[in-house]
């Protein structure tokens, strides 16, 4: 498992974590949880500025 947490100071805390089966993005009972083939489309998505 990967964990990313995508802090700022004095901000909330939410991180990304990357396993085999899925990506889990939130903090504490706030997430979403996408499938790899959801997490690849969105990255995409973002790479290219369309989000």
């Known amino acids: 498992m990967k964990v990313v947490s995508l802090c700022s100071e004095g901000g909330c805390c939410p991180v990304v974590r990357v396993t085999d089966a899925q990506v889990e993005i939130g903090e504490k009972d706030n997430t979403c949880v996408l ?12 790479l290219k500025k369309e989000l």
Not at 35 to 46: A, D, N, P, V, Y
């Open 35 to 46: 499938t790899k083939e959801q997490w690849e489309t969105l990255k995409e998505k973002i």
